[in-house]
């Protein structure tokens, strides 16, 4: 990290954020919320989308784009599917509100779909899932962005980064939990390289010739990023955009770009979530145990980790050394 850097507490993280996003219009109830998912991010060592977020955060805040008092509504639309309207805020309050009765839902019906329309979403995605499996589900969700990503093939940006994130419950611990961009890299590690005058590997993305580029300013301007692992990864940011947008009502990335007003915040859209009942798919008489198995198993191989293990350890780490962020970052965001 280039330049100054101050070193705050976890805590520090939550009063700077809420301070933030209250000057900039959101009520309380809303930027609590907004403030609980940042801070998981910086807990877990997740700086791109921590403090990192704020300025955008509030950029949406003051232009009127975000609603900042939203009051999310919930509906059952079918028997195993809610439908939340995120009366135009930002994602996490959508999901403060409709978490608990999501969960009961799928408890009973032992699997259901969230469809989250009207939001803007600019955190991680494993907040959301990593939350339901802690109430023993199984869970996916996926959501797209503005056109960052080349599909395989082309060399103009049309996909989102489109992540899909997934999170399994264990009898004991943590849930075991990924979430990863459908591009090879995450667009806000992207910025945090051109902002610390980083190169990025190769294979992350291309220029606005089409060349591959080590540039993190030449994919970010007029360039493009790339799918990860070339036509699957490109398959998969496809899926994303049709179960994000169509399926809900929602934007595609595409239209998502031609209403966007480039405040510095994210673009509106939908969120997909799918969640399963372990207790309800499988029969009595199997204990589920065999998912342990596979975890030990892959855990007996030296140099294998779980998915999500990083984070706790990255959280550990956190804990004892605090929160360390550009010092021009801190000017951005104090009030």
């Given at each position: 990290?280039?330049?100054?850097?101050?070193?705050?507490?976890?805590?520090?993280?939550?009063?700077?954020?809420?301070?933030?996003?209250?000057?900039?219009?959101?009520?309380?109830?809303?930027?609590?919320?907004?403030?609980?998912?940042?801070?998981?991010?910086?807990?877990?060592?997740?700086?791109?989308?921590?403090?990192?977020?704020?300025?955008?955060?509030?950029?949406?805040?003051?232009?009127?784009?975000?609603?900042?008092?939203?009051?999310?509504?919930?509906?059952?639309?079918?028997?195993?599917?809610?439908?939340?309207?995120?009366?135009?805020?930002?994602?996490?309050?959508?999901?403060?509100?409709?978490?608990?009765?999501?969960?009961?839902?799928?408890?009973?019906?032992?699997?259901?779909?969230?469809?989250?329309?009207?939001?803007?979403?600019?955190?991680?995605?494993?907040?959301?899932?990593?939350?339901?499996?802690?109430?023993?589900?199984?869970?996916?969700?996926?959501?797209?962005?503005?056109?960052?990503?080349?599909?395989?093939?082309?060399?103009?940006?049309?996909?989102?980064?489109?992540?899909l994130a997934f999170s399994w419950?264990?009898?004991?611990?943590?849930?075991?939990?990924?979430?990863?961009?459908?591009?090879?890299?995450?667009?806000?590690?992207?910025?945090?390289?051109?902002?610390?005058?980083?190169?990025?590997?190769?294979?992350?993305?291309?220029?606005?010739?089409?060349?591959?580029?080590?540039?993190?300013?030449?994919?970010?301007?007029?360039?493009?990023?790339?799918?990860?692992?070339?036509?699957?990864?490109?398959?998969?940011?496809?899926?994303?955009?049709?179960?994000?947008?169509?399926?809900?009502?929602?934007?595609?990335?595409?239209?998502?770009?031609?209403?966007?007003?480039?405040?510095?915040?994210?673009?509106?859209?939908?969120?997909?979530?799918?969640?399963?009942?372990?207790?309800?798919?499988?029969?009595?008489?199997?204990?589920?145990g065999n998912a342990e198995r596979?975890?030990?198993?892959?855990?007996?191989?030296?140099?294998?980790?779980?998915?999500?293990?990083?984070?706790?350890?990255?959280?550990?780490?956190?804990?004892?050394?605090?929160?360390?962020?550009?010092?021009?970052?801190?000017?951005?965001?104090?009030?």
């Amino acid at each position: 990290m280039s330049g100054e850097t101050v070193t705050l507490k976890l805590d520090d993280v939550k009063t700077i954020a809420k301070a933030a996003l209250m000057a900039a219009g959101a009520d309380n109830a809303n930027a609590e919320a907004i403030t609980h998912t940042v801070w998981m991010a910086e807990r877990d060592g997740c700086a791109s989308h921590g403090l990192f977020r704020i300025p955008g955060y509030c950029g949406s805040l003051r232009s009127g784009k975000v609603n900042g008092t939203a009051r999310p509504r919930l509906e059952r639309s079918a028997p195993s599917v809610l439908w939340v309207d995120g009366d135009g805020g930002y994602s996490p309050i959508a999901h403060k509100s409709m978490l608990d009765d999501f969960a009961e839902l799928v408890h009973a019906q032992g699997v259901a779909l969230a469809a989250v329309t009207n939001t803007f979403h600019f955190a991680a995605l494993w907040p959301e899932v990593e939350m339901l499996s802690k109430r023993g589900l199984a869970a996916i969700a996926c959501t797209s962005y503005k056109p960052t990503v080349a599909p395989h093939g082309g060399s103009r940006p049309l996909f989102g980064t489109n992540p899909l994130a997934f999170s399994w419950p264990r009898p004991e611990g943590d849930p075991v939990t990924f979430d990863q961009a459908s591009a090879t890299m995450a667009r806000g590690d992207i910025q945090i390289h051109a902002r610390d005058g980083k190169p990025v590997p190769l294979g992350v993305g291309i220029d606005k010739a089409g060349s591959e580029t080590r540039d993190p300013n030449a994919i970010l301007d007029g360039g493009a990023q790339l799918a990860f692992g070339g036509y699957k990864g490109s398959s998969i940011a496809m899926m994303v955009e049709l179960l994000a947008g169509p399926l809900l009502g929602e934007n595609l990335s595409l239209e998502a770009a031609e209403t966007d007003i480039e405040d510095g915040g994210p673009a509106r859209g939908g969120e997909f979530i799918l969640a399963f009942d372990p207790a309800k798919t499988r029969q009595p008489s199997k204990s589920g145990g065999n998912a342990e198995r596979l975890f030990q198993a892959m855990l007996a191989q030296e140099g294998v980790r779980l998915p999500g293990e990083g984070r706790l350890r990255r959280r550990a780490e956190v804990a004892r050394n605090g929160v360390v962020i550009p010092r021009s970052l801190m000017a951005q965001i104090e009030v």
